[in-house]
């Protein structure tokens, strides 16, 4: 009996670690700074200098290992201290201050135009904002109100530059953005936006796909990254991979059909793909043209536009050590989780009740939890930290309103997995609450689901 148990014990031995090195005090959102840049309240346990790292000088397999050793929470909170370390010295003190005077009754254009006017050194500097026709002083609040305002703006279905994928959920880019005039100016804008936001400490309220995350950053676009775009899609392309398209005789071929402003047109996902036929044999390859056409290859010069405008006001190498969920936690910060609200508005499946031990056992392990956790445990399932404005009663799925789900699984064996398009746990029902513990902590730093392209 050495197999499952063994491979179990194996699973709660490092979650066990992991979750003693993630169990650190949340990190606190920057305060805001109008002449200088204030860094975040970062603790770590212990003394002395093993906690200072220098990202800038490590490689690759270094990076690797030093997550390996302190775990990735604790290896995110040390990349955070180094970030701010490395940005209070771009932010000297007494640096003068650009002002910026926009009209609230044109918020979107107005700082369009002021922000354009802005280039090199001038980007970098503190910015100090005056609301036209209104009374105030920006020591810092103004301009933590505007990149409020400013990050709502730009996902304003009336601008249409984003698509919203729930209500208060997450947003992408548009692609009929492209029929807007100077769209890709206003993409650029819309970059510079989130870089300055991060520059100086300050966080936007609106949440993006973490495939606009992985572009800005540098990293690669993944199939699986289209499940928290279009759920249902994905689902599609994954029913493709799972099939035997031979028997099911779907006549389709490397072509999709687009509907932009009422308008169907046929795009070809290759050279002359509207004449090659989909098979089982080529059908990975399709699966991989369909899903990067919807998020990336379509909308292609916005994304490049808008990661110019990031990397004009934020030095790109001082990200190239962090993830698409960490860049994420950097913009938007740790979200404020009420569980009790959590655990009203959550629905329980295939044979789990509210009393069950598991679910008891589940909910105080959640309680127990500081804020990074539940926000690692809210992107986990749902694929993005946000609560919704209305609290988890409005939580959307891909189709629609979703609750959050706890689905039970029989299989003891198997790590907690989840269903980001319709905010599903599953959930197997451990023998005791130390093992769900230990397990919880390893599938939420450690796991994900991923299309299987083999």
């Known amino acids: 009996g050495g197999g499952a148990g063994g491979g179990l014990d194996r699973h709660i031995a490092q979650a066990r670690r992991l979750e003693a090195q993630a169990r650190l005090p949340a990190v606190a959102p920057s305060p805001p700074a109008q002449h200088y840049f204030v860094p975040r309240a970062v603790q770590f346990p212990g003394k002395g200098d093993d906690q200072v790292i220098e990202l800038a000088e490590i490689s690759v397999e270094?990076?690797?290992?030093?997550?390996?050793?302190?775990?990735?929470?604790?290896?995110?909170?040390?990349?955070?201290?180094?970030?701010?370390?490395?940005l209070v010295k771009l932010h000297p003190p007494g640096a003068r201050a650009v002002k910026l005077e926009v009209d609230r009754n044109d918020l979107f254009h107005d700082s369009f135009r002021a922000f354009s006017r802005l280039s090199g050194d001038r980007l970098r500097q503190p910015l100090q904002v005056k609301f036209k026709k209104e009374e105030g002083r920006d020591d810092g609040g103004l301009t933590r109100h505007w990149f409020m305002l400013i990050s709502r703006?730009?996902?304003?279905?009336?601008?249409?530059?984003?698509?919203?994928?729930?209500?208060?959920?997450?947003?992408?880019?548009?692609?009929?953005?492209?029929?807007?005039p100077h769209h890709l100016e206003y993409f650029r804008f819309i970059g510079r936006v989130w870089g300055k936001a991060a520059f100086d400490g300050f966080l936007v309220e609106s949440h993006l796909t973490s495939s606009i995350y992985k572009f800005l950053l540098g990293l690669e676009v993944c199939p699986e990254d289209l499940q928290h775009v279009d759920g249902a899609y994905h689902s599609s392309l994954q029913w493709l991979l799972t099939n035997d398209l031979d028997a099911a005789k779907l006549d389709m071929t490397f072509a999709v059909d687009e509907d932009e402003l009422g308008c169907i047109t046929t795009v070809e996902l290759k050279e002359g793909g509207g004449d090659i036929a989909v098979t089982n044999d080529n059908k990975g390859e399709y699966v991989r043209l369909a899903a990067m056409r919807r998020l990336v290859t379509g909308v292609l010069p916005q994304l490049e536009s808008m990661r110019e405008g990031f990397r004009e006001a934020f030095p790109k190498a001082l990200l190239e050590?962090?993830?698409?969920?960490?860049?994420?936690?950097?913009?938007?910060?740790?979200p404020c989780i009420d569980v009790e609200d959590w655990r009203r508005y959550t629905e329980y499946r295939a044979g789990y009740t509210h009393v069950d031990c598991t679910i008891t056992w589940f909910w105080e392990i959640v309680e127990d939890w500081d804020e990074a956790m539940r926000a690692r445990l809210l992107q986990f399932v749902t694929g993005?930290?946000?609560?919704?404005?209305?609290?988890?009663?409005?939580?959307?799925?891909?189709?629609?309103?979703?609750?959050f789900q706890i689905i039970r699984v029989f299989d003891t064996t198997?790590?907690?997995?989840?269903?980001?398009?319709?905010?599903?746990?599953?959930?197997?029902?451990?023998?005791?609450?130390?093992?769900?513990?230990?397990?919880l902590v390893m599938a939420i730093l450690d796991g994900g689901d991923h299309f299987n392209l083999r």
Not at 157 to 169: N, R
Not at 322 to 333: A, H, M, Q, R, Y
């Open 62 to 86: 270094e990076d690797h290992e030093l997550q390996k050793k302190h775990g990735r929470e604790n290896y995110f909170k040390m990349k955070l201290s180094w970030l701010d370390r490395e």
């Open 153 to 180: 703006e730009v996902v304003n279905p009336e601008v249409a530059m984003f698509i919203s994928l729930g209500k208060d959920h997450t947003y992408h880019i548009n692609s009929a953005s492209k029929h807007q």
């Open 321 to 334: 050590k962090f993830t698409e969920s960490e860049l994420e936690l950097v913009l938007c910060g740790l």
């Open 384 to 403: 993005t930290s946000k609560v919704p404005t209305g609290g988890f009663a409005e939580l959307y799925g891909a189709t629609g309103p979703k609750r």
């Open 414 to 439: 198997r790590l907690p997995q989840a269903n980001t398009c319709f905010n599903e746990l599953l959930l197997p029902p451990y023998h005791n609450k130390e093992t769900l513990a230990d397990l």
